[in-house]
């Protein structure tokens, strides 16, 4: 992770023990791989750096890529073929997740309509939603309409993994509602298996 000095806060990693040239490390971190396009997407990969700190929260089962992309079950075209996979709906990841014995929550609307753009500057309801799950460790699926020119069909996924706070950041005091914590989130860090982790 970036230093934590910074008011950054990664609270979606866990302690791994790497063993290098026979020294035995522990490293807080969160499991990273890339998408490889025909057992696991964007998708796929997300659930698998999100199922690693679950495991370590819930005790849910491990799963390698191609056990979540079988537990998302028919492809998205409903061919029958569940390999090569071409990335899975939001049906399908829910289904991935429920196989692990956990149930998954869908936000839709964290964003307001005509809000073409994730600007962090005025987006209170996003952030606090990431800010209470990722506060619990727990961390977020969050899928984005990418430009054309980063990824062929605009959908991507990402695993929110983090956020940075900004401290003195100019908070709206004149209306009515009520400032938040959350209102301070300037960063989210995420693992991007397209661009890498945090």
């Given at each position: 992770t970036y230093d934590s000095k910074l008011n950054?806060?990664?609270?979606?990693?866990?302690?791994?023990?790497?063993?290098?040239?026979?020294?035995?490390?522990?490293?807080?971190?969160?499991?990273?791989?890339?998408?490889?396009?025909?057992?696991?997407?964007?998708?796929?990969?997300?659930?698998?750096?999100?199922?690693?700190?679950?495991?370590?929260?819930?005790q849910t089962p491990i799963l390698a890529p191609s056990e979540i992309t079988l537990a998302a079950g028919d492809d998205v075209n409903k061919t029958g073929k569940t390999f090569p996979s071409y990335g899975l709906d939001i049906d399908q990841i829910c289904s991935a997740i429920n196989s692990t014995g956990l149930v998954s929550e869908v936000r839709t609307e964290l964003l307001p309509i005509d809000q073409s753009f994730l600007d962090l500057t005025d987006s209170k309801y996003l952030?606090?939603?990431?800010?209470?799950?990722?506060?619990?460790?727990?961390?977020?699926?969050?899928?984005?309409?990418?430009?054309?020119?980063?990824?062929?069909?605009?959908?991507?996924?990402?695993?929110?993994?983090?956020?940075?706070?900004?401290?003195?950041?100019?908070?709206?005091s004149s209306n009515l509602e009520i400032n938040l914590i959350s209102d301070q989130i300037s960063r989210f860090y995420c693992h991007d298996d397209q661009c890498g982790p945090f």
């Open positions: 950054r806060y990664y609270s979606a990693t866990k302690f791994y023990e790497v063993n290098l040239f026979g020294k035995k490390l522990k490293l807080n971190s969160l499991i990273y791989q890339e998408q490889d396009g025909i057992i696991s997407n964007c998708s796929t990969s997300s659930i698998r750096f999100a199922n690693q700190k679950l495991n370590q929260l819930f952030k606090s939603f990431v800010y209470s799950y990722l506060r619990m460790g727990i961390p977020i699926l969050l899928g984005l309409e990418a430009e054309e020119d980063i990824i062929d069909d605009n959908l991507h996924m990402v695993t929110l993994t983090g956020y940075r706070f900004e401290r003195g950041l100019s908070i709206d």
